[in-house]
């Protein structure tokens, strides 16, 4: 599995406190990639992944949580972000 794209946003706090930190795509498996997926910070300070949306909103895909720690450790070395803050995921 590798991410691919890791681009910072500049996103306001939401009013439910939850606050997007970055965009990305990952590959999963070799010749599959996976598009405008995120890093959220939530209100208690934890680091959330999420799948892309659909057009109705709806999400796209579903994280296993061993996949989503994955997915923070390979953004954890890229970014540097605190090894603390983002266990919790």
């Known amino acids: 599995m590798n991410v691919k794209n890791i681009k910072r946003t500049r996103h306001e706090v939401s009013p439910s406190g939850f606050r997007t930190l970055l965009r990305f795509a990952f590959e999963p498996v070799a010749g599959v990639l996976i598009y405008d997926c995120s890093l959220v910070r939530a209100p208690d300070?934890?680091?959330?992944?999420?799948?892309?949306?659909?057009?109705?909103?709806?999400?796209?895909?579903?994280?296993?949580?061993?996949?989503?720690?994955?997915?923070?450790?390979?953004?954890?070395?890229?970014?540097?972000?605190d090894d603390d803050a983002y266990r919790a995921a």
Request: proline content about 5%.
């Open 45 to 81: 300070g934890r680091l959330l992944v999420y799948g892309p949306k659909s057009q109705a909103g709806a999400q796209m895909i579903s994280l296993a949580p061993d996949v989503r720690r994955e997915l923070l450790d390979m953004m954890a070395h890229e970014v540097g972000f």
